[in-house]
Antibody, heavy 121, light 108 residues
Framework: QVQLQESGPGLVKPSETLSLTCAVS?????????WGWIRQPPGKGLEWIGS???????YYNPSLKSRVTISVDTSKNQFSLKLSSVTAADTAVYYC??????????????WGQGTLVTVSS | EIVLTQSPGTLSLSPGERATLSCRASQSVSSSYLAWYQQKPGQAPRLLIY???SRATGIPDRFSGSGSGTDFTLTISRLEPEDFAVYYC?????????FGQGTKVEIK
């Protein structure tokens, strides 16, 4: 059974960088698939942020691309998200998920439980 | 970017009734690359349907998806108590996947 678990600070100051890690168990990232980040502002809908392959190949949502970096550590079977220059608009529950990418973008079959990140001074 | 509009915003039904949820895309969704998710309060979304009509692993057959092009439908044939939740559609037929705003299925 594939399991994902997000971790990281729950509070980030405006203009700083949000950093989260997703630990994967029950499946080796090196075996394949893309792995992605999706966020959900409180009471609102879902927004895909970006995804990464075990080789390090990435694809990002153009609306966030200038501020996002996703990296992978296959030795620890985890991948990470960095979002720079955050504002209150970045307050959201951040989910990591397995991305079943097709020839364009992907859909998500396994999800972490999510972690709330609040941007506030 | 493809915009997905879900309707209705809220659906009030009783257990045992049939639920029909709509998802309309601002342009044609390539290869029927459309998924449906269920989300309950405090939980992550759960994949129900992909490829517009294929059920994900472990999803009961009371859930079915249909449609193509710009119009898609999720049908729950007979609502069980555990089916009351928010449902999202998502297209992945373009380079940037997008989600609809959700339909809440509530107990009448």
């Amino acid at each position: 059974q594939v399991q994902l678990q997000e971790s990281g600070p729950g509070l980030v100051k405006p203009s700083e960088t949000l950093s989260l890690t997703c630990a994967v168990s029950g499946y080796s990232i090196s075996s394949g698939y893309y792995w992605g980040w999706i966020r959900q502002p409180p009471g609102k809908g879902l927004e895909w942020i970006g995804s990464i392959y075990h080789s390090g190949s990435t694809y990002y949502n153009p609306s966030l691309k200038s501020r996002v970096t996703i990296s992978v550590d296959t030795s620890k079977n985890q991948f990470s998200l960095k979002l720079s220059s955050v504002t209150a608009a970045d307050t959201a529950v951040y989910y990591c998920a397995r991305d079943l990418i097709t020839d364009s973008s992907g859909y998500y079959d396994y999800w972490g439980q999510g972690t709330l990140v609040t941007v506030s001074s | 970017e493809i915009v997905l509009t879900q309707s209705p915003g809220t659906l009030s039904l009783s257990p045992g009734e049939r639920a029909t949820l709509s998802c309309r895309a601002s342009q044609s969704v390539s290869s029927s690359y459309l998924a449906w998710y269920q989300q309950k309060p405090g939980q992550a979304p759960r994949l129900l349907i992909y490829g517009a009509s294929s059920r994900a692993t472990g999803i009961p057959d009371r859930f079915s998806g249909s449609g193509s092009g710009t119009d898609f439908t999720l049908t729950i044939s007979r609502l069980e108590p555990e089916d009351f939740a928010v449902y999202y559609c998502q297209q992945y037929g373009s380079s940037t996947g997008t989600f609809g705003q959700g339909t809440k299925v509530e107990i009448k």
